[in-house]
């Protein structure tokens, strides 16, 4: 083996070694010391992480896009739908509502950031959820006649990427 063969399999090592390291234990990240996952506010929030034996995601096999996680929380009754941001998709993508006054509900179950914006057939904005961080919702309240409405997530290249849909009122 050459020298600098031998330097580039250490170099190669090394970089293995300091990505394993920075995982750390994390257990107690962005909490209040008991294990709960705390907001900025200090209270507690769901838990959107995904821990399978301290993973973190540096599964060279596994593509970011095809990552799906799923906050575990019981459907508000207020909202006509709720909608699971993912990356890059919707959950549902198609959601029906009753025609009125409908609240629209988001949550990012992504590892990206995402909005909620809902645009009528003549392409103007109905009604928007502010830019989302992983683990937040949103919502907005809008009245729809019967029809159908496109929804898609406007930060740039995510509507391209999968993440559109169409809400039909009836």
Do not use: W
């Not at 549902?92 to 992504?110: E, H, M, Y």
């Not at 909005?115 to 309240?141: C, I, N, Y």
């Amino acid at each position: 083996m050459t020298i600098a063969s031998q330097s580039m399999r250490a170099f190669v090592l090394t970089c293995g070694l300091l990505a394993i390291a920075a995982c750390g234990d994390d257990a107690d990240d962005d909490n209040n010391g008991d294990g709960a996952p705390v907001g900025d506010s200090g209270t507690p929030v769901a838990d959107s992480s995904v821990d399978a034996g301290h993973d973190h995601g540096h599964d060279l096999d596994a593509s970011a896009s095809d990552a799906t996680v799923v906050v575990d929380a019981a459907p508000d009754p207020s909202c006509s739908a709720t909608i699971s941001l993912q990356d890059f998709k919707f959950v549902p993508a198609n959601p029906t509502v009753t025609s009125g006054a409908i609240t629209l509900c988001a949550r990012n179950d992504g590892r990206s950031q995402h909005d909620l914006v809902l645009r009528g057939s003549d392409q103007a904005v109905l009604g928007k959820t502010e830019t989302l961080d992983p683990g937040e919702t949103g919502r907005f309240q809008v009245t729809v006649s019967t029809g159908s409405y496109v929804i898609f997530c406007s930060l740039p290249g995510h509507e391209s990427l999968g993440m559109k849909g169409t809400v039909t009122a009836n």
